[in-house]
């Protein structure tokens, strides 16, 4: 079975900090996604990496960056956390662009910035 | 642009069937993912079809029409644990996913 492991469950800072978060798979998989979840919106991407230290942007990169020195590891970094940050995130990987492949995802960080 | 709708709460009564829509206007058509995701954890992967027709995968069936881009997730026989959300995703020409916000199933006896 894929898993996918996000470093923390749930997540506080203040207004201001820089905060990361961090996924790690551990099924060779090329590509790595990381998205956010909020009530009434669905989940929606912020940026994704096809290989190692490529990376591409999503619907809503801003305020955002990721690093992907590893191919199992891909981490998002919001550069000055807003309270407008405050969401569910998702990480999700999948083994190729191949259309049938189903992205799987880790349980979610779950961070309240204050 | 690209949008795709589903209701947003549906109930039903346990061994029953029911039927969630999707519909979805994106450029492009790659695909179409059906997910579950219970409360406070990972969406889980149930379904695949990017041809029309269903697809039947035990007490789960999801069907496609590409011309009125629509789907549905068929769950029949109902259990407590079918309680969860479900997400209608399309990949379109580029390859990302597309979600929808999901629709909130509760299931009663």
């Known amino acids: 079975d894929v898993k996918v492991t996000q470093s923390s469950r749930y997540l506080v800072k203040r207004t201001g900090e820089k905060v990361f978060l961090e996924c790690v798979q551990d099924?060779?998989?090329?590509?790595m996604f990381w998205y956010r979840q909020d009530p009434g919106l669905g989940l929606r991407l912020i940026y994704f990496?096809?290989?190692?230290?490529?990376?591409e942007k999503g619907d809503i990169p801003e305020g955002y960056s990721v690093s992907r020195e590893k191919k199992e590891r891909f981490s998002l970094i919001l550069e000055s956390a807003s309270t407008n940050q405050t969401s569910m995130y998702l990480c999700?990987?999948?083994?190729?662009?191949?259309?049938?492949?189903?992205?799987?995802f880790g349980d979610g960080t779950r961070l309240s910035i204050l | 642009g690209q949008n795709i709708d589903q209701p947003t709460e549906m109930t039903a009564t346990e061994g029953a069937i029911v039927q969630i829509n999707c519909t979805y206007q994106t450029s492009g058509f790659n695909g179409l993912f059906w997910y579950q995701q219970h409360a406070g954890e990972a969406p889980t992967f149930l379904s695949y079809?990017?041809?029309?027709g269903l697809e039947e995968k035990g007490r789960f069936s999801s069907f496609l029409s590409r011309s009125k881009g629509y789907s549905y997730l068929l769950l029949k026989e109902l259990q407590m644990k079918d309680s969860a959300s479900y997400l209608c995703a399309v990949r379109p020409a580029n390859n990302k996913l597309i979600f929808g916000a999901g629709t909130r199933l509760a299931v009663h006896p």
């Open positions: 079809n990017v041809l029309d």
């Open positions: 990496s096809y290989d190692v230290k490529m990376k």
């Open positions: 999700a990987s999948s083994q190729d662009s191949l259309s049938n492949q189903p992205q799987h």
């Open positions: 099924m060779d998989h090329e590509n």
